[in-house]
């Protein structure tokens, strides 16, 4: 009984320490390191493959998350169509009553900028509606958001990627780790139970 409690713990301890140390090789070593006599290098899989992963990430984020077409949509729908109508139209009525001769009185000038409203609204209107979407489009079309991304992430350096890493998924390296406890307390407890068998057996 003794030999299978014991066979379980190694086990469970053999599975804990594989996966921790399978985790930790994820980040470290962090700079490449030789291993004496047998000429090998060590380096964690993200600094070794941090090129790769960049590369890939700044395309997902281009293809896949950030739409052009969405950007533009969500640039002149809505309330930001009405809030960019809005702005455009008081710069331009402040230009105007600015170029409005000082000894004009306030009234006229006052129904002047009301009628000058109606018509700037209506043409930053048409304006937004018609050209605004293709002009945002090219702008956008014309700025590399994959390479952006890239070397926004090349940039970064490796301890503060593993730390930032960490952080967000610091439960579900633990629960590797311990899942890892158990699944090897689980095969040292079968591996005993079988020796037991075949002990009884013979």
């Known amino acids: 009984m003794i030999e299978l409690l014991i066979m379980t713990v ?3 301890l053999i599975g804990w320490f594989t996966n921790y140390l399978a985790v930790k090789m994820l980040f470290r070593p962090i700079r490449p390191r030789r291993v004496p006599l047998i000429k090998i290098e060590l380096q964690g899989l993200i600094p070794r493959r941090r ?3 960049a590369v890939t990430i700044g395309a997902t984020v281009e293809k896949e998350l950030i739409s052009v077409k969405d950007l533009v949509s969500r640039l002149i729908e809505g ?3 009405l809030e960019l109508i809005r702005s455009i139209r008081a710069r331009i009525l402040a230009v105007i009553e600015e ?3 000082s000894f004009i009185p306030r009234g006229i ?3 002047i900028l009301s009628r000058v409203r109606d018509t700037v609204t209506q043409e930053i209107g048409n304006f937004v509606d018609n050209s605004m979407g293709d002009l945002i489009e090219q702008s956008v079309q014309k700025i590399n958001i994959s390479n952006m991304v890239e070397q926004r992430i090349k ?3 490796l301890e503060e990627v593993e730390l930032l890493t960490l952080e967000i998924a610091s439960k579900e390296l633990k629960y590797i780790e311990y899942l890892g406890g158990v699944l090897g307390a689980v095969i040292g407890l079968i591996q005993g139970l079988l020796l037991l068998l075949l002990r009884n057996i013979s």
């Open 10 to 12: 190694v086990g469970a």
């Open 51 to 53: 090129e790769e992963i």
């Open 79 to 81: 309330e930001n169509r």
């Open 99 to 101: 170029r409005i001769p």
């Open 109 to 111: 000038k006052q129904a």
């Open 155 to 157: 940039n970064l350096e």
